[in-house]
């Protein structure tokens, strides 16, 4: 455990400032739930508790730019007075523009385990996961031996998605975590990417299954607004007659399936919570 500090000089500026406020502010109210009811899954209810810190869980697809929100963030906390707790959880990074309170990189050597165990990139990092996992208690006593003087616990998650998303060792991260304290999980998404609208349906098929899955309030964060405007997503998700008329032009397999998938997902842009 050590204390966290942003890089110097460092500001991020793939979050606009509305963005940051929402997450910061909105993302769960002072009873511990999220800003509106309509965006929690199903169930949730049962999972939710009340005081604080706040936790937020930042996952998302390699180079959406998970560690970079995650920073912004951080900055912005202490730029309010806000007092942040920052815990690592991606083995393999090798530089941050933050420095956590603790790292999954001091206790499990991504590259021992991959010689250890004879294990390729993904292997190890799932398995430094699942061995860090075992001694997740020991993190819980540090942050409540100081959750009175906390606001937020950020943290951050390993680049390959699943590693952390479908993996055992991250629904007994996730579920510990939000046992203890009110926590929302933020899905980091590349906005320039999602241009296409196949794979602007991908990530939102994502997004469904993992917000199912946790079952906790969560967030779609469209990430990189300075390189490109996110109003085009967002009007996706509200709009089902827009999102079907950019897929018309898909005659790939993939382009018939997101638009079949198209209708049956406008239900779930009802409940979902969004922002870029």
């Not at 929402?22 to 209810?45: F, N």
């Not at 937020?152 to 699943?162: L, M």
Request: charge should be negative; aromatic fraction near 10%; proline fraction near 4%.
């Amino acid at each position: 455990e050590r204390t966290a500090k942003v890089r110097n000089g460092a500001r991020p500026r793939f979050l606009s400032p509305r963005t940051i406020d929402y997450v910061m502010s909105s993302s769960i109210d002072e009873a511990g739930t999220s800003g509106s009811s309509e965006s929690v899954a199903p169930g949730v209810s049962q999972w939710i508790r009340k005081g604080k810190p706040q936790v937020v869980l930042v996952v998302g697809m390699a180079g959406s730019g998970k560690s970079t929100v995650l920073e912004r963030l951080v900055l912005s906390a202490t730029e309010q007075g806000k007092k942040s707790y920052v815990v690592n959880l991606d083995p393999a990074v090798l530089t941050l523009g933050y420095s956590p309170n603790i790292d999954i990189r001091d206790t499990v050597k991504y590259k021992e385990v991959m010689k250890q165990y004879t294990l390729g990139p993904n292997g190890a990092i799932l398995t430094s996961l699942n061995l860090f996992a075992t001694r997740f208690d020991q993190v819980l006593g540090f942050i409540e031996k100081r959750a009175e003087e906390l606001d937020y616990v950020f943290v951050d998650t390993p680049g390959q998605i699943e590693a952390f998303t479908w993996s055992a060792s991250g629904q007994i991260i996730a579920e510990t975590l939000m046992n203890t304290f009110p926590t929302t999980m933020l899905y980091v998404v590349d906005t320039p990417r999602c241009q296409q609208p196949v794979t602007f349906m991908s990530n939102m098929m994502y997004a469904c299954s993992i917000m199912y899955k946790f079952q906790m309030p969560f967030i779609v964060v469209f990430n990189k607004a300075d390189v490109c405007d996110t109003d085009f997503a967002q009007d996706w998700m509200k709009d089902f007659d827009a999102l079907q008329g950019a897929l018309e032009s898909e005659t790939s397999y993939s382009g018939n399936l997101a638009y079949s998938m198209s209708l049956v997902l406008d239900e779930f842009y009802s409940q979902l919570e969004n922002i870029g």
